[in-house]
């Protein structure tokens, strides 16, 4: 056995879970450890029973357990550097920039829009890969959480597996509390400051990924909402989610009739043209602060992620045109 667990038997590879791997899911450990592979095949192998775990076929949300034996067909490894497409060059570059708080255990990066936060599903590199590719001497590097595709702020992402697991139980305790930024169009509702509407995830034929408001079969959620800043015809939300629904903020706004501005897929056709000819190319929806215990010592953390310079451009010129007369 060598030094890294693994052994190799006519082109099989066996390797050994230790502490570390313990309670991952196992796809997610097939994508660290098989650096150069796409997801596509990993799945792949894992569909047709090639990969098995203690002898046996398991699926790839199976959680590993210390000691777990992992058998692995043969596979293209890439041995050098992980390579980093040029499309994204300029954003992955921009990740050394990015990290708002950092120690032993995990570190708080402020996600770019336009960055999805793993690779998988038709993207080939994500942050994660990104961060991985930064720091090949990092031996473990996961995501405590999500962030959409194109929502910026911030996400943690943890060091260790010990670290990992407390995170998870803190979001599974909902002691985890973020904050977002987002720009809606129109004058919201004082008074509506808790949205409460069951959401409902749905595939179409298509592939595309969709959520709803589903009052008989959605999941429980809450959304917090208090206003910071209004327009003539638009205002700046902050929006605290009680639960982490996919595109809970998203699909709570657009419930409301004030949905988030520069959002293609539940969002205001005419309002999102209004901000693209203002200059705005993302959509408008930011993860401004997370708050949570530090895994390391119990502490409160209060981590924020100043907000982007074009979100920022969009609303100096709102409020450039707060003195224009007429509606």
């Known amino acids: 056995m060598t030094p890294d667990n693994r052994t190799v038997t006519h082109g099989v590879t066996y390797q050994t879970a230790t502490a570390d791997d313990e309670g991952q899911r196992l796809d997610n450990y097939l994508a660290r450890n098989l650096k150069g ?5 990993i799945y792949r192998i894992l569909r047709r029973g090639e990969v098995r775990v203690n002898k046996g076929r398991v699926s790839p949300s199976y959680k590993l357990a210390d000691g777990d034996v992992i058998r692995i067909p043969p596979v293209t490894v890439s041995k050098g550097p992980v390579t980093i497409p040029s499309s994204r060059l300029h954003l992955v570059q921009d ?29 080939e590199f994500g942050l994660i890969e990104a961060l991985r590719a930064l720091r090949p001497e990092q031996r473990f590097l996961e995501l405590a959480h999500r962030l959409d595709r194109d929502t910026s702020g911030c996400l943690i992402v943890a060091k260790r597996r010990s670290a990992l697991r407390d995170l998870h139980e803190q979001f599974r305790q909902r002691q ?17 400051n808790l949205i409460s509407a069951p ?21 429980p959620s809450s959304t917090g909402f208090e206003i910071v800043e209004e327009f003539r015809n638009a205002t700046l939300l902050a929006a605290m989610p009680h639960t982490g629904r996919t595109h809970q903020i998203r699909v709570h706004c657009a419930y409301a009739r004030h949905p988030v501005g520069g959002d293609d897929k539940y969002g205001d056709r005419e309002f999102n ?12 929806l930011h993860a401004q602060r997370i708050t949570f215990n530090n895994p390391e010592d119990g502490t409160l953390l209060k981590i924020e992620a100043p907000l ?16 224009e007369g007429g509606e």
């Open 273 to 284: 043209e209004y901000l693209r000819e203002n200059g705005l190319r993302r959509m408008f």
């Open 176 to 192: 985890v509390h973020k904050r977002y930024l987002t720009l809606v169009p129109g004058k919201w509702d004082r008074r509506q």
């Open 95 to 123: 990740l050394k920039d990015r990290i708002l708080y950092e120690n032993d255990g995990f570190l708080v990066v402020d996600k770019p829009s336009g960055l999805a936060a793993h690779g998988g599903s038709g993207i």
């Open 308 to 323: 982007p310079n074009e979100l920022e451009a969009i609303l100096e010129v709102l409020r450039s045109k707060q003195g």
């Open 199 to 219: 959401l409902v995830r749905n595939e179409l034929k298509s592939g595309e990924r969709m959520v709803m408001v589903d009052f008989k079969n959605g999941q």
């Open 37 to 41: 592979v796409p997801r596509s095949m």
